[in-house]
């Protein structure tokens, strides 16, 4: 999963031709650290698509200009438009994120 540091850097990749996966997360966040331990896996499985992360101290105000309310989310983008959130309290397990990927990508 590859970091975005700047805003102008986050613009470019979300406005990809192809659906990206963004993982929007906090250093200080026990539920992000625990996504942390399973993510492996699901990176794997959908190793087609582009995943990056977005610590959401680093970039100011990233994190309300997409709604993001809670961390971890997962968000997918394509052409610069937002497809697809997942919010915290959905991103537990593997399995809800698993579920998440399969209808939003399917």
């Given amino acids: 999963m590859q970091a975005i ?9 979300i406005n990809s031709d ?10 200080w ?4 650290k625990r996504m942390d331990m ?3 896996d699901i990176l794997e499985a959908y190793n087609a698509y582009d995943w990056y992360e977005v610590n959401s101290d680093e970039i100011e105000g990233i994190a309300q200009e997409n709604e ?3 961390i971890p989310s997962l968000l997918i ?9 997942q919010h915290s ?3 537990k397990s593997p399995e809800e994120v698993t579920a998440f990927l399969e209808k939003e990508l399917a």
Avoid: R, S
């Avoid at 966040?29 to 992000?32: A, E, F, I, L, R």
């Fill in 18 to 27: 192809k659906p990206v996966i963004v993982k929007f997360y906090a250093n």
């Fill in 38 to 40: 399973f993510i492996g």
């Fill in 68 to 70: 993001v309310m809670g």
């Fill in 89 to 91: 309290a959905f991103t």
């Fill in 77 to 85: 983008f394509q052409d610069g438009k937002k497809l697809a959130h």
């Fill in 5 to 13: 540091h700047t805003k102008e850097e986050f613009d470019k990749i």
């Fill in 29 to 32: 966040c026990p539920d992000c």
